[in-house]
């Protein structure tokens, strides 16, 4: 018996389908089915072949009209055995009966596997070096599955150049089975090199032969109005994913690539004031602070992400000094201080640092020199 664990191992048993040519044609298929007196009644036989068309491909044709192959019980039975294929042409009287039941629609839309994309969640922004999770739910509405292995690919395109990124996911779309709905939630890195702009995010399930992988004819496309780009045979799921630096959210060190990050939780967060990239906040990062203080669009030291450095992006540098771990306090807006405040509080900050700033200050100086 053909089992989940077995299903695609590329044993002999795993490419064995099921062929019926008498396809719900009689009590037992004319002769189909012929050990119903023997302990293998008919829901027997169907349970098993059930169970194993689960994982590999079942159809085959009708023979006559026959009360078993009537609409409702065609289509029941259909999706018990998890049917792929059926000869369109054979046997003419029973196709007939669908068309006028008014069933023969239905039956040839959900042969084989047919995905219909429900939902999908995302962020409206990510920080380049962020982390951009995504869930989404398909539901097969086919009767039946896929048989032919498949990758699942989450695509990047910049709106502006055209460029596109790709990202396999660690999913088996296999296993998505016929009448089945399948919730995903996966994490993706964001590139810090990764340009500022406008994205379209996407779903791409190409052939895995290299020669088809870039022919839309063979990729798959779900049954949904509007997502579909005929060009390229991505599914598109959003068109406007703003990549900023202004934009919410922590980033990390070492994501250098768009791919999937199986745990999150491994990954070192940046800190907002760790202006030098280094993996701690300390007087390199205050002097950076000091280069560009006032300045719009800087290069570094504009730890709250509003386009400027002020008094604001020293305080948080202030609690995160020592590679504290990003807080609450860090993250959240921190209100304007009173001018006389602000100088009081840097005054006395700047004289606890002088040695320090007064040999980094020379970095600068340097560096305004040769500018």
């Not at 089915?33 to 079942?58: A, K, M, N, T, V």
Request: hydrophobic share 35%; aromatic share 10%; with cysteine.
């Amino acid at each position: 018996v053909i089992t989940a664990e077995t299903a695609f191992d590329e044993s002999n048993l795993s490419r064995v389908g099921h062929h019926n040519d008498c396809f719900l044609s009689s009590e037992n298929d004319m002769g189909t089915y012929i050990h119903q007196l023997l302990g293998w009644p008919l829901e027997r036989e169907l349970e098993y072949i059930g169970g194993e068309s689960r994982f590999s491909p079942h159809g085959g044709e009708t023979c006559t009209l026959h009360d078993r192959n009537k609409s409702e019980n065609a289509i029941s039975e259909m999706e018990m055995l998890h049917t792929d294929y059926l000869n369109i042409d054979w046997h003419p009287d029973v196709i007939q009966r669908w068309i006028d039941e008014g069933s023969y629609h239905e039956i040839s839309r959900r042969l084989g596997y047919r995905f219909v994309l429900r939902t999908a969640e995302l962020p409206g922004e990510i920080r380049p070096g962020g982390l951009l999770e995504l869930q989404f739910d398909i539901e097969n509405v086919g009767f039946g599955e896929l048989c032919n292995p498949r990758d699942v690919e989450v695509t990047l395109k910049n709106n502006a150049t055209g460029i596109l990124e790709t990202a396999p996911l660690q999913i088996d779309p296999r296993f998505w089975e016929g009448g089945g709905n399948e919730h995903v939630q996966a994490y993706l890195s964001i590139p810090e090199t990764m340009t500022e702009g406008t994205y379209t995010i996407g779903l791409w399930m190409p052939d895995k032969e290299s020669p088809l992988r870039n022919d839309v004819r063979y990729a798959i496309r779900f049954a949904n109005d509007g997502v579909w780009d005929a060009m390229t045979g991505i599914n598109e799921l959003f068109t406007n994913l703003q990549i900023s630096k202004a934009a919410a959210g922590s980033i990390y060190f070492g994501l250098t690539e768009f791919e999937q990050v199986l745990d999150p939780g491994s990954l070192q967060r940046i800190l907002d004031s760790d202006f030098d990239r280094d993996g701690d906040v300390d007087g390199e990062d205050l002097v950076t602070w000091q280069c560009n203080y006032g300045l719009f669009s800087p290069e570094g030291g504009d730890a709250d992400r509003d386009g400027d450095v002020d008094g604001n992006d020293f305080l948080i540098w202030q609690y995160q000094t020592g590679n504290l771990p990003s807080s609450e306090l860090a993250s959240r807006a921190v209100p304007e201080l009173s001018s006389w405040l602000l100088i009081s509080v840097m005054t006395l900050w700047l004289i606890i640092c002088r040695y320090l700033l007064f040999i980094k200050s020379f970095k600068c100086l340097i560096g305004s020199a040769i500018g």
